[in-house]
């Protein structure tokens, strides 16, 4: 049974961090690239970083160059979004995304950053 467990979200100030994890299990974890998403309240989802497999290459959405990090651990069928330096803008659901071609992809359920003063 797949499974793409988000946490590491919750509320907090602007100019703070936070550090999100995916935790992933029923499917080979190194085979996929990983990405994470975000919907704000009456807003399309969107793409927020992505990491290919064997972490060779990174991608940012323009919003969080700078700002935001992904990462992954393989050992430990993991992946990460270091956040610094949040804004009010960044408040949204933030999904953990799976994808391998021609294999699919899968979602978690969700974790919720709230960035408010």
């Known amino acids: 049974q797949v499974q793409l467990v988000e946490s590491g979200g919750g509320l907090v100030q602007p100019g703070e961090s936070l550090r999100l994890s995916c935790a992933a299990s029923?499917?080979?974890?190194?085979?996929?690239?990983m990405s994470w998403y975000r919907q704000a309240p009456g807003k399309e989802r969107e793409l927020v970083a992505a990491?290919?497999?064997?972490?060779?290459?990174?991608n940012y959405a323009d919003p969080v160059k700078g700002r935001f990090a992904i990462s992954r651990d393989d050992a430990k069928n993991t992946v990460f979004l270091q956040m610094n330096s949040l804004k009010p803008e960044d408040t949204a659901v933030y999904y953990c995304n799976a994808y391998r071609a021609g294999w699919g992809y899968y979602w978690g359920q969700g974790t919720q950053v709230t960035v408010s003063s």
């Open positions: 990491i290919t497999s064997a972490s060779i290459s990174t």
């Open positions: 029923g499917f080979t974890f190194s085979s996929y690239a």
